[in-house]
């Protein structure tokens, strides 16, 4: 069987994604590999599928029971015989696994580290006795001093060479810098390794961050659309979970805490909750969530600032793990920055504490961004992206700005009368004339004091923050950061230099779900499927993920044929569930006189891109690009926008820049009645900004018409 054909039978899909292919061949080759691959994006197929293949017993070392209990649910429901051992099995089950072992009807073995080399650990000797023919170690960074989620039984590795020399070993993370990297190979010992790093993009998830303004009605406005989405909501501590979980039940959401200093029999059953669906928000510290593999997840909320960016990205890659349309909320505020630099300090070792002191800073200016998230994060892990992704709160927005020189001639006035030696709070308060006892009585006599009272505390971090991040202001890396001038200060408090704030931002937000499905059958669907999981004791997304119901919901299939075109159904899954999601769907359509859509699924799958056009440098942005691509492929914006998980707003705004270029007509975009009022309004208010525009031609005129417009005009197509 080749990987190919194991791909299909086994998992339902006909194409691999990211480089699992090449991954795969190294391995069936015998080479150590090292794999970098984003949270979502197949990285356990890539030692699953291997093991299918190869003779023998793959041993798969993972941190946490709950990821071991998901992934062998999965893998037996595909047809795949798989196990754990660990703590939570009676020795009865364990001798009944052990005997298995023996007999060769395992072929994956689950096990955590400590269990492999502990003290007095006889199962290595065990294993040894075992045709063993893959190793692989999930969760790989929890082996290095800089990673950001550090294991010290993950070192117990260091020794696996030794035990099994000419075993090759796959070692695999979805979130790892070069030092960690590099730090993971080392420890590991692997010989002449294959390194491959993905991108890290997740297209699927829309990043947002909120300065933190009452946080609990913020977070109520963010969850109102969302009732019926199963989501994670991360807070710093222990106590903030259960106290934001009992506030959360009390307006009527199905919540619960999870937290490390929990008892064991609650935090399982709150998991297996939330894994079930019966509770839809998990409210946790970072002690939950490595390797949950819910597919569902529609959103991950932080109340409060993760330690770094390896962290944020790691726990926001949790949602949309099928593919579909998900978001990721931070709620910002310094003090958390500040709350969180006494943790990040190591005692007795300065160089881990300036390692981890250079995260938390990389954290803080994430947060402060007015310029792409997304390109932010991707150039973190040294991965090249253009500026506008089109799908986070900064590229979703209208930025209105104003002439805010005053306010910054006041700001950097206030951090010189004070000597460059206070951080944000003081130099914020002195500007405010705060009546508190730590403002020193001499401050109070300079005439700065008091000269932004007028101006709200909230406002002025937020305005301090800009000032920053266009460089009139800096701070330093200190534990408690002090603000200081720069170069560029002097021009400004001459007023040789006018300062642009913003003012405010218009959200063009993208629609909850784009792609036209039958609502009333995905709910039967669900339906179907928990009635299937309840039985084998197994979370519902386990037997089929929300993004395969959502394609039956959408393509109708009728016969077992047509449902072996839904990405997801194996031959295993086919045989023992197809029949039963068949009836739903047929009696459905009988109901409601719809006939089977797969036909527009084949023609869309089998329909070939045409050749680039030829654009020269306008090339250098590939989102764009893909857009238009699938546009000149025959594709409505609708269409394009469901398969890249992006907004139609976003789409036409990427389509937009090919009409200034020539290579797209307006009326390809704009019904041609429109354009005359678009046009009347641009020449009457300008260019420069859209939603004045928005406001004076109403609900009947979108964002992407408006910029498709003047891109027409702009190249002097009259």
């Known amino acids: ?200 993009n997740r297209a699927n998830i829309t990043y947002r961050v909120l300065p933190k303004k009452n946080s609990f009605n913020q977070l109520l406005d963010f969850l109102e659309p969302r009732k019926e989405d199963s989501g994670i909501i991360y807070c710093l501590s222990r106590k903030s979970t259960e106290a934001l979980a009992a506030d959360l039940k009390a307006e009527g959401y199905a919540a619960e805490a999870y937290h490390a200093g929990m008892d064991h029999a609650d935090k399982a059953r709150n998991q297996e909750a939330f894994l079930r669906d019966d509770v839809k928000i998990i409210v946790a510290t970072i002690a939950f969530g490595m390797g949950i593999n819910k597919s569902n997840v529609r959103y991950v909320v932080h109340a409060d600032l993760p330690k ?35 943790f990040a300090r190591v005692d007795g070792n300065e160089e881990q504490s300036t390692i981890m002191l250079k995260k938390l800073d990389d954290m803080v200016r994430y947060s402060q961004l007015q310029t792409c998230r997304r390109q932010y994060l991707m150039r973190y892990f040294d991965e090249d992206f253009p500026d506008n992704c089109g799908s986070c709160d900064v590229c979703l927005s209208e930025v209105e700005k104003f002439d805010g020189t005053l306010i910054a001639q006041k700001a950097l006035s206030a951090v010189a009368r004070l000597k460059e030696r206070f951080g944000n709070t003081y130099v914020i308060d002195f500007l405010r004339g705060s009546k508190r006892e730590k403002i020193r009585e001499e401050h109070k006599q300079l005439k700065t004091y008091g000269v932004g009272a007028d101006i709200h505390r909230a406002d002025w971090f937020r305005y301090i923050r800009e000032l920053v991040a266009q460089g009139y202001l800096q701070t330093t890396d200190d534990e408690y950061p002090v603000l200081k001038l720069t170069e560029k200060s002097e021009a400004v408090l001459k007023g040789l230099q006018k300062v642009e704030l913003i003012a405010t931002q218009t959200n063009e937000e993208r629609e909850s779900e784009i ?59 086919l045989a023992r569930y197809g029949r039963e999601f068949l009836i739903p769907v047929k009696n459905y359509c009988g109901k409601h006189g719809l006939a089977s859509r797969i036909a527009q699924k084949s023609a869309k799958k089998e329909r070939k891109a045409p050749k680039a056009p030829n654009t020269g440098k306008l090339r250098s942005s590939d989102t764009r690009l893909a857009s238009f691509t699938l546009f000149r492929a025959g594709k409505s914006v609708m269409e394009i926008a469901a398969e890249r998980s992006l907004s139609p707003m976003t789409i036409e705004s990427h389509l937009g820049y090919f009409i200034q270029s020539g290579e797209l007509e307006v009326t390809e975009i704009v019904n041609e009645g429109k354009i005359p009022a678009i046009k009347d309004a641009v020449e009457s208010y300008g260019q420069e900004r859209l939603a004045p525009l928005k406001e004076v031609l109403g609900d009947n005129y979108t964002y992407g018409e408006i910029k498709a417009v003047i891109g027409w005009m702009n190249r002097g197509n009259n």
């Open 1 to 200: 069987m080749t990987p190919a054909q194991a791909l299909q039978k086994y998992f339902g899909y006909s194409e691999f994604r990211h480089r699992q292919e090449a991954i795969i061949r190294d391995i069936l080759a015998g080479k150590d590999v090292l794999v970098l691959m984003p949270t979502g994006g197949g990285k356990s197929l890539c030692y699953q599928l291997p093991a299918v293949l190869m003779d023998g017993l793959t041993i798969v070392i993972s941190p946490l029971i709950a990821l071991m209990k998901d992934q062998v649910d999965a893998l037996n429901v595909n047809g795949i015989p798989a196990a754990f051992l660990n703590s939570s099995q009676s020795p009865d089950e364990q001798a009944m696994i052990t005997e298995k072992l023996k007999q060769g009807a395992i072929k994956l073995l689950y096990l955590a580290p400590e269990r492999l080399f502990g003290s007095g650990s006889i199962l290595i000797n065990f294993l040894k006795s075992l045709p063993v023919c893959l190793i692989a170690i999930d969760e790989a960074h929890c082996i290095s001093h800089w990673g950001h989620d550090f294991r010290p039984e993950y070192l117990m590795l260091a020794g696996l060479k030794n035990d099994f020399p000419n075993i090759p070993v796959v070692a695999l993370t979805a979130t790892a810098d070069k030092l960690t990297r590099r730090d993971i190979l080392e420890k590991l010992d692997l010989k002449n390794p294959a390194e491959f790093v993905s991108s890290f």
């Open 308 to 342: 770094n960016i390896e962290g944020y990205y790691q726990e926001t890659g949790r949602a949309g793990r099928d593919g579909l349309a998900s978001d990721a909320l931070l709620l910002y505020s310094y003090s958390d920055a500040t709350k969180l630099k006494g």
């Open 515 to 573: 792609i036209p499905y039958e609502a009333g059958l995905l709910n039967e669907l669900k339906l179907v499927r928990r009635d299937i999981a309840a039985p084998q004791n197994v979370p519902p997304y386990i037997i089929l993920s929300d993004a395969v119901l959502l394609e039956m919901a959408t393509y109708l299939p009728q016969t077992l044929d047509e449902l072996r075109l839904v990405p997801g159904f194996g031959d295993v899954k």
